[in-house]
């Protein structure tokens, strides 16, 4: 999971802040709190996307049952169209 493209990029992203924060000694607390911020946000972002993508393949799972899963299916018709 640590290699996963979005963990990669939200700790590149945290890293970012966190230098941003040491080298700016005047602005130290407030690149500190931007550093949370981003954090927190970037959290819940990766976990609604996490949320999404789990919510997406049990529906496609459930799609591709319901076309295995038999049932006679429609068929029907085959007669002449009454006008």
Do not use: C
Not at 14 to 28: L, M
């Amino acid at each position: 999971m640590r290699n996963h493209p979005w963990v990669v990029y939200v700790e590149a992203l945290i890293n970012v802040r966190i230098d941003k924060a040491r080298n700016a000694p005047s602005k130290g607390a407030s690149a500190v709190e931007w550093v949370i911020i981003t954090a927190i946000i970037a959290g819940v972002a990766l976990g609604l996307a996490t949320l999404i993508r789990t919510l997406v393949q049990n529906q496609q799972t459930e799609i591709q049952n319901s076309f295995t899963g038999g049932g006679g299916g429609g068929g029907g018709g085959g007669g002449q169209n009454d006008r």
